[in-house]
Nanobody, 125 residues
């Protein structure tokens, strides 16, 4: 079993921005759709965004549409989640995971595997 490695989580003020990164050293991710999920304390895991293998297809949860952008650079083996206009309700642990099928909506956790430790995003003044 191998896990993707997330980074970039931090404490940021409301209205601020963060960019999360995801990779798997030594293993090319370009054959897989990738999803970003988040989980806040006491809440269900939520699919935030996903991206197809080529990056041509992206999907977003309604809660982040227009504020978050998922992208990938297959040459660098990196997937990114740019988060703008952050709100306190965006506070959560964010996970980058490998898709089994396609980037589709809704973004469902049971279609993704290899869940890692995640990276903490805290939005607070």
């Amino acid at each position: 079993q191998w896990l993707l490695v997330e980074s970039g989580g931090d404490l940021v003020q409301p209205g601020g921005s963060l960019r999360l990164s995801c990779t798997r050293p030594g293993f090319m991710l370009d054959s897989y759709p990738i999803g970003w999920f988040r989980q806040a304390p006491g809440k269900e895991r939520e699919g935030v965004a996903c991206i197809s293998t080529t990056g041509e297809i992206t999907n977003y949860a309604d809660s982040v549409q227009g504020r978050f952008t998922i992208s990938r650079d297959n040459d660098k083996n990196m997937i990114y989640l740019q988060m703008n206009s952050l709100k306190s309700e965006d506070t959560a642990v964010y996970f980058c995971v490998r898709g089994i099928y396609y980037c589709d909506k809704p973004i469902q956790a049971d279609e993704y595997i290899n869940w890692g430790q995640g990276t903490q995003v805290t939005v607070s003044s």
